[in-house]
């Protein structure tokens, strides 16, 4: 039932839901911010940092998908954090969330000039921005099962490409491909596994934070999910697997064929085993993949970004106009406004390609804390809320198993995180330029609350039906 008055579809089906929640963010985090962790990080300093941020989004997860399927809403991270902590909370939050995607898109647009760089060097890196947001405005615009059917296919196509990479790196480690012979553990050395100390491996992580931003696509695509309580958890429990195989795994088998040195943003280890393994084009045939990597990650990013100023706009916390949804149930000026803003990547055409990338993944990992902080705080709440408004955790469709360590030590590692990234001069410009944002965020969520201009969520049908035990349509 879409309309014009703020009303979108759900039109996701389990398939999509699933997929998505597998490779939907999988993209420049992983393909080209890995390069960068390794590089600095170590060859096992860097599946580190990747397993700790892995562990902590597990958590997270689980936290999001207990109360996605209570209630499954666009731009789940406000309307959590508004509801069941405080709406000033909500309003930071969102919009945290809506700039810090502003840049996260723009990461991954540079990132897909870059690689189409690489294959025509003589064309500006700024001409493929363009044609790649071009792109993306266009399958944003369809409808929402057009947007699923692309994430499905694009998706696919890089776990079939990750699987390949850890069957040809597992082979070169034992030397049966590749013109290294056997490589065993050789390329882990006292110098090469934590080449900066392990204090690297820390100030990493926020580089690391950033490559699993839109991991929390799947909880605002519950709002458009056909059957959310039965879809979403499944989608939920496979994180735990895919984040040891395709982030922690393949860069483990990285650290441990290609020589940390040789890795960079500019050049990926994932076509650089690819070379290294002496199979003919596939490094190029792995960069296209990488592209198409890049294209399905900014594709998500728009659709949750979009989602979530739908959400800000239906609470009071953004223009009504952003709130406004087609036909098509397709919310039109949340995604040219998202787009438009994710033109940072522009700034390619002044300054170096890998250095914006670098910029742009360092404040966006920091201020990425703030919305995994305000995911943690709400989950902690969350159950408080639902048994002082009449609910029973017992009916819950979906829970977590240990409540509430693992999110009160979640808390304490985003809170710790953070201090160290604002001490390191190496990432300390992120935080100079984070926390004034978040500064600003609070000061203008707290003129708005005392005007009363904040709404909670619409939580009665839900709570309603949780009470009744009924299923949500």
């Known amino acids: 039932m879409a309309n014009n008055t703020n009303d979108l579809q759900r039109g996701l089906k389990q398939r999509h839901i699933t997929m998505i929640s597998i490779g939907g963010t999988i993209g420049t985090g992983l393909f080209l911010a890995s390069g960068n962790v390794v590089s600095k990080a170590g060859a096992l300093g860097g599946p580190i940092a990747y397993l700790v941020i892995g562990l902590l989004v597990f958590v997270l997860m689980k936290g999001l998908g207990e109360m996605s399927t209570f209630m499954p809403v666009p731009g789940a991270y406000t309307s959590y954090s508004g509801l069941f902590v405080h709406p000033v909370l909500g309003f930071m939050v969102g919009w945290n969330l809506s700039i810090n995607g502003f840049l996260g898109l723009g990461a991954e647009i540079v990132g897909g000039g870059m690689i189409l760089n690489q294959f025509f060097p003589s064309v500006p890196p700024t001409v493929f921005c363009i044609i790649i947001s071009l792109l993306i405005l266009a399958l944003n615009l369809i409808d929402v099962k057009s947007y699923g059917e692309a994430e499905y296919w694009f998706a696919g196509i890089k776990v079939v490409a990750i ?129 198409t990597s ?79 902080f305000g995911s943690f705080l709400s989950h902690y709440k969350f159950r408080k809320w639902l048994v002082a408004n009449g609910g029973s955790v017992d009916k819950l469709k979906f829970k977590m198993n240990i409540y509430p360590l693992p999110t009160i030590i979640c808390l304490i590692a985003l809170v710790a995180i953070a201090a160290y990234t604002a001490y390191s001069p190496d990432t300390r410009f992120s935080f100079y330029i984070g926390a004034p944002m978040l500064v600003l965020y609070a000061i203008i969520g707290t003129i708005l609350y005392k005007k009363g201009k904040l709404k909670d969520s619409d939580y009665k049908p839900f709570l309603e039906a949780h009470i009744k035990e009924t299923e949500i349509k």
């Open 294 to 372: 890049l294209a399905s990650a900014a594709n998500s990013m728009i659709y949750a970004i979009s989602r979530t100023l739908v959400a800000l706009s239906k609470e009071g916390k953004a223009p009504k106009a952003l709130g406004k949804v087609n036909k098509r149930g397709i919310p039109m000026n949340a995604v040219i406004l998202t787009l438009f803003l994710g033109q940072v990547s522009l700034i390619t055409n002044f300054v170096s390609p890998d250095k914006v990338f670098v910029w742009l993944i360092s404040i966006a990992g920091f201020n990425t804390l703030l919305g995994w």
């Open 163 to 291: 699987i390949i990479f850890l069957i040809v790196g597992v082979l070169m480690i034992f030397g049966l491909i590749g013109h290294q012979g056997f490589i065993g553990l050789s390329n882990w050395t006292d110098k090469s596994m934590f080449p900066n100390g392990f204090a690297a491996v820390i100030l990493m992580m926020t580089g690391v934070i950033w490559s699993y931003l839109g991991v929390e696509t799947v909880i605002t695509a519950s709002g458009e999910t056909e059957n959310p309580q039965k879809n979403v958890p499944k989608a939920i429990n496979t994180i735990f697997f895919r984040v040891l195989l395709f982030y922690v795994g393949t860069v483990t088998v990285m650290g441990l064929v290609v020589p940390y040195k040789e890795v960079s943003v500019l050049n990926n280890g994932y076509a650089g085993l690819f070379s290294l393994a002496g199979i003919p084009g596939a490094a190029a045939i792995m960069n296209i993949v990488i592209l």
